[in-house]
């Protein structure tokens, strides 16, 4: 039976499209931003809380209101829980998902989800602010996860997640914070911001050459909006293959038939999650 708080987050009791596991919340204040906003932590099916004993990787999400429950989303859940829930009946896989709730405006969430130089491609008003967001979770979130709840803390069964903006500041996040981060889950990553010649000078000054103990998930679909993803993404699995990443730490799934939504996503996230913890 589930506890009802657990030190600082709550489990909710709210309406909800979630089949599998236990959804805690916590609305908090954020170094980098001027509103409270939830944190969400996902217990899988099998977590047990009198049990101590047994311990579970994390992955740390962005837009942690899309993961479980479509009613508190715009465009539709990732329904990780059901995917979650395959998994641990099919490969005994299990894992704990902790997200941010994103800004309520598209121009924040692009502030902050970017690594800290101008993208070439718009005019932002601001400058980019990710590396305030990454060193959040790994300095700050990260320690009060591990205090609360039964997790493994190594950097191996510890991943950094998200879609889109979220993509880029999570193959950005495990490079920055290399020594925390073992696993980049990136879906759609918005590479596209830069152009060719700022994207590669900026792949060279993350070193990612020199992460490959860190597993890299790159996912891009093809179609309509999503088209745009699609070279950059290539040019950095290209650039990281040539720089001595393999199969075992680097994978790429390009869908030619997938938009640019919350259902591809969906759709391969068992694989990337499974890629981490195989």
């Known amino acids: 039976m589930a506890l009802n708080k657990i030190g600082i987050f709550e489990l909710d009791k709210s309406k ?4 599998y596991g236990y959804h805690y919340k916590a609305l908090v204040d954020l170094p980098f931003s001027d509103a409270k906003r939830h944190i969400r932590v996902w217990l899988p099916e099998d977590y047990d809380f009198e049990d101590k004993t047994k311990k579970f990787p994390v992955i740390y999400f962005s837009d942690g209101q899309n993961l479980v429950n479509k009613y508190l989303t715009t465009f539709g859940d990732w329904g990780l829980d059901k995917v979650a829930h395959k998994l ?9 998902a902790v997200g941010i709730d994103c800004p309520k405006d598209d121009k924040t969430r692009g502030l902050e989800l970017a690594p800290p130089k101008l993208p070439t ?3 932002w008003d601001g400058f980019p602010y990710a590396d305030k967001f990454v060193d959040y979770i790994a300095d700050e979130l990260k320690p009060i996860i591990d205090k609360l709840f039964h997790t493994k803390k190594d950097k191996k069964s510890t991943g950094i ?8 500041m999570a193959f950005y996040g495990a490079t920055r914070q290399s020594d ?3 696993f980049s889950l990136d879906f759609s990553p918005a590479f596209f911001l830069y152009n060719k010649e700022t994207w590669l000078k900026m792949l060279e000054e ?3 050459k020199d992460k490959k103990d860190t597993k890299f998930f790159l996912y891009v679909g093809g179609k309509d909006y999503e088209a745009m993803f699609v070279n950059n993404t290539f040019l950095t699995y290209k650039y990281m293959k040539k720089n001595g990443f393999d199969q075992n730490n680097l994978a790429l799934i390009y869908d030619s038939q997938m938009i640019h939504h919350e259902t591809a996503w969906n759709k391969y996230l068992g694989e990337a999650i499974e890629f981490w913890l195989k």
């Open 88 to 96: 641990y009946k099919e490969k005994n896989i299990s894992f704990i």
């Open 206 to 208: 993350y070193a990612v």
């Open 121 to 123: 491609r718009y005019r």
């Open 180 to 182: 925390v981060f073992g």
């Open 16 to 19: 909800t499209t979630m089949k």
């Open 161 to 168: 997640g998200g879609s889109s903006m979220g993509g880029i």
